[in-house]
């Protein structure tokens, strides 16, 4: 990039003034002290005294002309100094300006190469992207022949495929029509067990309400348990002991007289109908204490429990088969608070008449 400045001199011509006149005037001090000097000399000679003094006034004469002329030169001088501090002047104002027009040309000449090389790299850049698109184009080519013979490739395959798949077709129907007959034996089949299966749970929820009322009756206004829908409910804390899953001795006595009006039960449904007793095991959703032993988790105890009422009222007499214990832990609350007697409402054991 061109870059041309003016060095910028400095002024020296009123110094070198000065020194000329301190010269000059030194001068005229030694030549005066030297003819003084030399004039008293020469007075004191008697031999040469007079022809001295003619002499020494021709000398003074001369050297008073001297200084005439040294003062005109020193005037000239300095007229011609000052002449020449005024072009210098001058000349700096020209350096200046041409120096601030040299500036801007060279922001210019910036300008001009900035732009110069902005276009350039458009100019690369559209080379390079026509460039590409040529070999994109190229490239997309290639993969049109290449879906083309992919495309010819699978219609064949699916004519094929299609050719199998009506062969199938035909067969699958005439299969079907062999089949119909079946599907109307087996349908007059099904609808033969589905009525069989309805009538048994008519018999089932027929002796469902006697026995909730024969429970009812043996057990007795009992706050801890009571009849809900299909089923009832026995609160785990009259039959076991805080985080246990063995039987208290009032909870053995409840369970002998629920067993009594399940033998009951067992001799009044015909052997025809096919029923069993849930015995499901609930618990409340506080976490079981780290290192608890017999179990890990409310599931765990909940079972426990379970099995636990249906192997006592087994001891009592009812049928084992009968019975079907099962845990649910605390994922089926019957009450979301978190005060102590919603915690005691969802610690139970449900009974359920049902059929198998």
Do not use: C
């Not at 798949?165 to 119909?180: I, P, V, Y």
């Not at 009968?322 to 832990?329: A, D, E």
């Not at 609350?333 to 915690?343: K, M, R």
């Amino acid at each position: 990039m061109l870059n041309i400045r003016f060095r910028e001199k400095t002024n020296t011509w009123p110094a070198f003034v000065d020194l000329f006149s301190n010269l000059v005037i030194i001068l005229i001090f030694l030549l005066i002290v030297f003819v003084f000097l030399w004039t008293t000399t020469s007075v004191f000679n008697k031999d040469t005294g007079a022809k001295t003094v003619a002499d020494l006034k021709r000398t003074n004469e001369e050297q008073a002309q001297r200084i005439v002329q040294m003062s005109a030169d020193e005037e000239e001088a300095k007229r011609l100094l000052v002449l020449a501090r005024a072009e210098l002047e001058n000349l700096t104002a020209n350096n200046n300006e041409l120096n601030n027009e040299l500036s801007q040309i060279d922001a210019s000449m910036e300008e001009l190469i900035a732009d110069y090389e902005a276009k350039v790299a458009e100019l690369t850049n559209q080379l390079n992207q026509a460039t590409l698109d040529k070999q994109r184009t190229a490239e997309l080519e290639q993969e049109r022949r290449t879906l083309q013979q992919q495309m010819t490739e699978q219609r064949a395959s699916l004519a094929e495929q299609l050719s199998k798949l009506q062969a199938a077709l035909d067969a699958a129907e005439e299969e079907a029509n062999q089949k119909e007959i079946q599907y109307v034996e087996m349908s007059t089949r099904l609808n033969k067990a589905l009525a069989d299966k309805v009538a048994e749970l008519n018999d089932v929820a027929r002796y469902q309400s006697a026995f909730y009322k024969a429970i009812k009756d043996a057990l007795g206004d009992d706050n801890f348990i009571k009849t809900e829908g299909d089923r009832f409910i026995i609160s785990s804390d009259i039959l076991f002991g805080s985080g246990s899953y063995t039987l208290s001795e009032e909870g053995k006595n409840q369970l002998r007289l629920i067993a009594n009006v399940i033998k009951d039960l067992e001799n009044k449904i015909p052997t025809n109908v096919d029923w069993i007793i849930r015995v499901d095991g609930h618990t409340d959703k506080k976490q079981v204490v780290p290192g608890t032993r017999g179990y890990s988790n409310n599931m765990e105890l909940s079972l426990l429990r379970a099995n636990s009422v249906a192997t006592e009222l087994a001891k009592d007499g009812v049928s084992r088969r009968r019975l079907i214990p099962s845990g649910f832990g605390d994922l089926h609350p019957v009450s979301l608070g978190t005060d102590a007697q919603s915690l005691q409402q969802n610690r139970r054991i449900e009974l359920q008449l049902t059929n198998r």
